[in-house]
């Protein structure tokens, strides 16, 4: 992986349990940051260039993160919110039975769902056959600075963007900044840490912006 100078890593290929399809983001993100000539960044700064130097971006279909996106510098999540329409519910309760969170309770008169529950993982969408339970906003919810290692930690929440093009400009205007900005032998883990990253985007009130100095608010464990 040292040949190119960061680690990109997905979940599995074509999961039925995917909220988003990460395959052109994944594509999309290779091209950026091969673009960015990140080996020889990293040669300037460390010699020899290890593992630990590397930048780590990880891209999971689905709030289930099985490709370990909180422990990467860049973890992506695709999420799905369900929305409830006026189609009939015909009092199956596959939905309930489904939901891993115990969001959802069905009553006589329909469905609720709790959002402080909700993780917008999308499974209750797969099992609704009346199309009482449908897709509402959908994206990737972003995380920044996590890693293992000495002291490891979790990357903490950085917002949601709907689209996979705000996903490569948020990781390209970090790693931009990284670029210009960061110490001659600045590890990327150390100067996202030390709040010199600038974020891009925004959605639904849940900014993916940062301005240095503030403190990143973990919303979504
Ligand atoms: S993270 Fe979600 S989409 Fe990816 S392999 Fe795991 S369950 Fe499937
Ligand atoms: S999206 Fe997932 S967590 Fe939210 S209600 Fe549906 S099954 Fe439950
Ligand atoms: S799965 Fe659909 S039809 Fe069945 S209880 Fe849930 S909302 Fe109603």
């Given amino acids: 992986m040292q040949q190119t100078g960061f680690q990109l890593e997905h979940c599995r290929p074509n999961c039925p349990k995917a909220a988003r399809d990460w ?5 999309e993100l290779e091209i950026k940051l091969t673009e ?9 700064k460390f010699r020899p260039v290890l593992n630990h130097h590397l930048p780590k971006v990880c891209l999971a279909g689905c709030p ?3 490709s370990q996106p909180n422990i990467k510098d860049f973890g992506i ?3 799905v919110t369900p929305r409830i329409t006026d189609a009939q519910c015909s009092g199956c309760k596959a939905c309930e039975r ?3 969170e115990e969001a959802i309770t069905c009553q006589p ?12 993982c999308g499974d209750c969408l797969k099992v609704c056959l009346s199309g009482t339970l449908i897709s509402g906003e959908s994206g990737w919810s972003l995380r ?16 949601q963007v709907p689209t996979d093009e705000e996903v490569v400009a948020w990781i390209s205007a970090i790693m931009s900044g990284y670029i210009k900005d960061a110490g001659p032998q600045e590890r990327l883990t150390h100067f ?14 849940k900014s993916a912006h940062k301005s240095s100095g503030e403190e990143f608010q973990d919303q979504r464990q």
């Fill in 23 to 27: 395959h052109n983001l994944y594509d």
């Fill in 36 to 44: 960015l000539n990140l080996l020889q960044i990293l040669q300037d």
């Fill in 64 to 66: 289930n993160g099985c």
């Fill in 77 to 79: 999540s695709g999420y």
């Fill in 98 to 100: 489904t939901c891993l």
């Fill in 109 to 120: 008169n329909g469905i609720t769902i709790d959002n402080t529950r909700c993780i917008s």
């Fill in 144 to 159: 920044l600075g996590g890693r293992v290692g000495r002291h490891p930690q979790f990357a903490k929440f950085a917002g």
């Fill in 192 to 205: 996202l840490n030390d709040n010199k990253v600038s974020l891009v985007s925004s959605v639904n009130g």
